[in-house]
């Protein structure tokens, strides 16, 4: 069956960075994308980017280009996100979820990741 | 601000009919857009509820629907039941944010 585990919750200080994995398992890596989504307490959804699991194409969210890279390595099929110089309100729960067209939404989501950003 | 508006709530008491509107513009769900929805229980990570406009994955109730017209989509919920209290998002694409993903803020579903 198919599934993504995420990483453990993660506690940074503002001006750090934060790198969330998400393993997938149970399809072939390279036919999907994965789409990664944010959620701040009491909020809610905020789409942060999409990488292709085939070629690492990726597509930004305008408010946070330049602070998120996504990657993944298809040795392991896993996707990373990686968001710098962290700010408090970028404490949040981070999802990632399958995503292969435009037709089909995001079918399958990892389980989530807390990240607090405090001092 | 979402670039899909949701009515922030909406309330049914068991087994009526509700429904959650969801309106974008000319360039996401006007422009020909899939229109999905997902349901978030408490502590949980959404799932996938309507794919596609009016597709339910399998194991989805048919007492989920969705619809689109012009520049807004609809989720209807019928037979409404206690367990389906929770968080409800749409979300589609949108032609003016090159590809990007974009949701609405949510609508919380309060079964009275």
């Known amino acids: 069956q198919v599934q993504l585990l995420q990483s453990g919750a993660e506690v940074k200080k503002p001006g750090a960075s934060v790198k969330v994995s998400c393993k997938a398992s149970?399809?072939?890596?390279?036919?999907?994308?994965i789409t990664w989504v944010r959620q701040a307490p009491g909020q809610g959804l905020e789409w942060m980017g999409w990488?292709?699991?085939?070629?690492?194409?990726?597509i930004y969210a305008q408010n946070l280009q330049g602070r998120v890279t996504l990657t993944t390595d298809t040795s392991t099929s896993t996707a990373y996100m990686d968001l710098r110089n962290l700010r408090s309100d970028d404490t949040a729960v981070y999802y990632c979820?399958?995503?292969?067209?435009?037709?089909?939404?995001?079918?399958?989501w990892g389980q989530g990741t807390l990240v607090t950003v405090s001092s | 601000q979402s670039v899909l508006t949701q009515p922030p709530s909406v309330s049914g008491a068991p087994g009526q009919r509700v429904t959650i509107s969801c309106t974008g513009s000319?360039?996401?769900?006007?422009?020909?857009?899939?229109v999905h929805w997902y349901q978030q229980l408490p502590g949980t990570a959404p799932k996938l509820l309507i794919y596609?406009?009016?597709n339910r994955p399998s194991g989805v109730p048919d007492r989920f629907s969705g619809s689109k017209s012009g520049t807004s989509a609809s989720l209807a919920i019928t037979g409404l039941q206690a367990e389906d209290e929770a968080d409800y998002y749409c979300?589609?694409?949108?032609?003016?944010?090159?590809?990007?993903?974009?949701f609405g803020g949510g609508t919380k579903l309060t079964v009275l």
């Open positions: 979820a399958r995503d292969l067209l435009s037709s089909r939404g995001f079918d399958y």
């Open positions: 149970g399809y072939t890596f390279t036919s999907y994308g």
């Open positions: 990488i292709s699991g085939y070629n690492g194409n990726t």
């Open positions: 000319s360039s996401n769900i006007g422009a020909g857009y899939d």
């Open positions: 596609g406009t009016a």
């Open positions: 979300q589609s694409y949108d032609s003016s944010l090159s590809g990007s993903r974009v």
